[in-house]
């Protein structure tokens, strides 16, 4: 029998039983026992579990579900096979209404407790439309373990620890891979390509590579569909190139899947498990595929950013246009502009924007993506933001000083010298995407100590079913 409330104290390994009252940024089930906040990995809200503390700290403990007594009213049946094994879509057993609730109020929460937020001005999550096949990219990787379930310990399957896998991350594990077949993010499509290299990459005989003692020679299969142009890369990512590798590949994969419209066979020597290609070769047809985002039209490279969700970024891109509330004069920097999409998109909008991007990929893109788009009143600039605002008097004489500025870093937030940088230019709006409302929280409490006041915050769905969270903060300059 677990422990009831009141029951105290408790100690790593103990047995309680709980029931769960929400879900914690990240997607795991929280309640409250006592004085004690307890995270169940694994737990729905209205879910009664019989739980083991796994781990007690200061002021939180963790435990992990032994044993369901009743079901949340909000559980709905889990689309994919690889539910609860695989680390993508942690919430898809609950309904979506109580997902992006859920969402919504992790946005608040962050926002007040790590921003110091009191009030904060949330308007209503825009949810998304399509719950499946929304994504336009996916990144598996090649592993020499294959996860196994607690079932398949200890048989005959204990072989298949070491050899070839391809797939997606096991839930908690950097090292094992699930051998995904069912996957219902990309495309059905996707799933028979990933089950075709992995196949071609097992009959060739070169091992997958390992972040344990950095040898082998697999390491990265990225996907990307566009969902509006119907157009197919496949990227390819080893170690080091083989010229007998790049033709065997060419032909297994052209004579299978005659739709792919961009086919690459990259390297990096880089010994982070990142996706990312050093040395890109062009196996066949372009080194780029098209997307459209609304009415505009985007050439993308592997290395280049592109939000995942590419119907949903219409609705991200418009909550951006409205936010910004451009009159066609104004003075725009987009910063961390990727591909140039929010700069394109807007270009209709504002006298001119500038775009800030570190990687040089996406800044040709970008070029390119005004020129398809007859677009004259953008400009984009390579580097890392942290230097290239340095010297904001250079920037102002070269671009004008900022109206409006458009910020959309990537998870881990911004620097701190950049985020002083904007401080010093000033604009009379912010408006800030983020995909992490943690970062978000810091980022803007910066901004508000001092110049700027929080508007608006809008959390937008791009990521149905996990526990990813995007936001659109507005901050506008405060009247003295
Ligand atoms: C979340 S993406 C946003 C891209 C773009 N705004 C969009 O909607 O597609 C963040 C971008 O910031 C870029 N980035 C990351 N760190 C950077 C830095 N220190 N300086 C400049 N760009 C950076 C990444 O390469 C990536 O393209």
């Known amino acids: 029998m677990g422990k009831m409330a009141g029951e ?18 990240g997607g795991q089930g929280v309640a409250r026992l006592n004085n004690w906040v307890v995270f169940v990995d694994q737990a729905l809200p209205g879910e009664t579990v019989r739980a083991r503390i796994s781990k ?7 435990a992990r579900v032994i044993e369901t ?56 999550i825009v ?41 997606l991350h096991a839930r908690g594990f950097y090292d094992k891979i699930i051998d995904i077949a069912d996957c219902r993010l990309l495309d059905p499509q996707a799933n028979d390509m990933v089950a075709a290299v992995r196949e071609f990459a097992r009959q060739s005989g070169r091992p997958a590579y390992s972040t344990r003692d950095h040898q082998g020679f697999y390491r990265f299969l990225i996907i990307r ?39 690459l066979l990259s390297t990096t020597s880089k010994q982070a498990a990142v ?54 004069q104004e003075t725009v920097y987009d910063l961390y502009c990727g591909a140039g999409t929010i700069s394109i998109y807007l270009s209709r909008d504002a006298a001119h924007i500038t775009g800030f991007e570190a990687i040089p990929a996406a800044i040709d893109d970008a070029r390119r993506n005004c020129i398809r788009n007859d677009v004259s009143n953008c400009a984009f600039v390579c580097g890392d933001l942290k230097d290239l605002l340095t010297d904001t008097e250079a920037q102002i004489a070269q671009h004008g000083k900022p109206d ?37 929280a810091r980022d803007l409490q910066i901004f508000c100590k001092t110049d700027y006041q929080l508007i608006k915050v809008t959390p937008v769905d791009m990521f149905p079913h996990t526990a990813h969270i995007e936001a659109v903060a507005l901050l506008e300059r405060k009247k003295h």
């Open 8 to 25: 105290m104290p408790l100690k790593k390994g103990e047995e309680i039983e709980i029931t769960i009252q929400d879900l914690a940024f």
């Open 56 to 62: 007690r700290r200061k002021n939180y403990l963790q």
């Open 69 to 124: 007594i009743a079901a949340s009213a909000h559980q709905v049946e889990p689309m994919c096979s690889h539910f609860g094994e695989c680390g993508g879509c942690a919430l898809q057993n609950l309904d979506y209404a109580q997902q992006i609730a859920a969402k919504q109020r992790q946005t608040e929460d962050s926002l007040k407790r790590l921003g110091g937020f009191m009030d904060v001005p949330m308007a209503p």
């Open 127 to 167: 949810p998304a439309d399509q719950l499946q096949f929304y994504r336009n990219k996916m990144e598996f990787s090649f592993s020499r373990c294959r996860w196994l379930k607690a079932s398949e310990m200890g048989s005959d399957n204990d072989l298949q620890k070491e050899g070839l896998f391809l797939g």
């Open 225 to 263: 569909r566009s969902k509006q142009v119907d157009e197919w890369m496949v990227n390819l990512i080893t170690r080091e190139y083989e010229a007998q590798i790049a033709a065997d590949f060419t032909k297994w994969m052209t004579d299978r899947f005659p739709q792919i419209s961009s086919l």
């Open 275 to 328: 996706a990312f290609s050093e040395h890109e070769t062009v196996l066949a047809g372009k080194a780029t595929i098209d997307e459209k985002i609304g009415d505009w039209i985007f050439e993308i490279s592997s290395n280049s950013f592109l939000q995942t969700n590419s119907l949903q970024a219409v609705k991200l891109y418009e909550q951006v246009r409205q936010d910004a509330g451009l009159r066609g």
């Open 404 to 440: 409006v500025m458009i910020i959309d870093p990537p998870r881990s937030g911004m620097h701190p010298k950049t985020v002083q940088a904007i401080l010093r230019l000033l604009p009379e709006r912010i408006v800030h995407v983020s995909c992490n409302p943690t970062t978000l």
